[in-house]
């Protein structure tokens, strides 16, 4: 049996009862702010005032930071591998011991960023959880961490630590800010603020909770929603230049951007599928066939819409 994996973490314990939040970062190697929020709780939140626990890991996936990837050596996404496996290769290993502190804790945030080859709107997104209790405490956790966008999208995405939290019946949100493999010390802030909201909204700190206003909120329990790799994928491999900024409302059939070959002979027109808002876009234009270039939230002016699960989806 291969070793067990134990993941660097710190709990703060408060004076008073209460839930256990589990806030972690890290998940992915190229990502950074959310390793900085998590060590700046340890430090800023104070056990006197605190009801409940906090249980805080800054870097999950510490073999894909060492190598200033997303992944480990073996390749494997941790955010697609979830729950794990304790005999399998590493990043099943860490994916097995994500879970367990999942399982343990009563509530997760899974800090992330787009990740050194995107940007990315910042938004705090959720399951749309067949659980109505659990659902409303997921919408009441993204709403408070004050992002502009708030983002419910299918609960049937498996391999994730959301979808541990959601067979566990724990409410879970995972937050993106920042990314372009840039270090945005105002992401950390806003981070930490939306950490605090969210102990405030339940109940282990005893503050109101700060509204911020929301641009957009979307909630799509259609298949497919949130999976932002299978919008858009690149048609060759080339250099690709969007025509488009990311927070742009596009229409259907719009260019968004152009992959060519080095001369600039052979030019493929990337075109919206969809119209929407520019949520998340490549920023490095170096790609191969088939990488995502591009996805749209589907909204396209400020305010709330929700889709159904459409009927002829299985
Ligand atoms: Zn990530």
């Not at 134990?6 to 970062?25: A, D, E, N």
């Not at 899974?110 to 749309?128: K, P």
Request: proline share 6%; aromatic share 6%.
């Amino acid at each position: 049996m291969a070793e067990p994996i134990q993941l660097q973490s710190r709990t703060i314990t408060g004076h008073r009862p209460g839930p256990h939040l589990l806030v972690i970062g890290g998940v992915h190697g190229d990502e950074f702010e959310p390793m900085l929020t998590c060590r700046r709780l340890l430090r800023e939140i104070d056990a006197a005032k605190l009801s409940g626990r906090l249980t805080v890991i800054p870097c999950v996936n510490e073999p894909a930071f060492a190598r200033c990837q997303r992944t480990g050596e073996d390749n494997l996404d941790l955010a697609r591998v979830c729950p794990g496996d304790v005999n399998g290769s590493l990043t099943q290993r860490i994916a097995a011991a994500l879970a367990e502190h999942i399982r343990a804790a009563d509530a997760l945030i899974d800090l992330h960023t787009a990740g050194h080859r995107y940007r990315m709107l910042q938004l705090a997104g959720y399951s749309l959880h067949p659980d109505a209790t659990v659902l409303e405490r997921q919408r009441s956790m993204a709403r408070a961490f004050g992002l502009p966008v708030v983002w419910g999208t299918n609960a049937r995405f498996n391999g994730t630590s959301l979808s541990v939290a959601r067979d566990a019946l724990k409410p879970a949100i995972y937050v993106e800010n920042g990314g372009g493999a840039t270090f945005d010390p105002a992401g950390v802030e806003l981070n930490v603020f939306g950490c605090r909201q969210v102990l405030r909204s339940l109940g282990m700190l005893d503050e109101p909770v700060e509204s911020r206003p929301v641009r957009y909120f979307v909630e799509d329990d259609r298949d497919h929603s949130g999976h932002l790799q299978r919008q858009h994928p690149s048609p060759a491999a080339g250099f690709f230049v969007a025509t488009v900024a990311l927070g742009e409302v596009v229409t259907p059939g719009q260019v968004i951007g152009h992959v060519t070959d080095h001369l600039g002979d052979a030019c493929h027109e990337v075109v919206a599928a969809d119209a929407g808002v520019v949520n998340f876009l490549r920023i490095f234009p170096s790609v191969q066939a088939g990488d995502a270039l591009l996805a749209l939230l589907p909204i396209t002016s400020p305010g709330e819409v929700k889709y159904k699960r459409q009927k002829d989806e299985v």
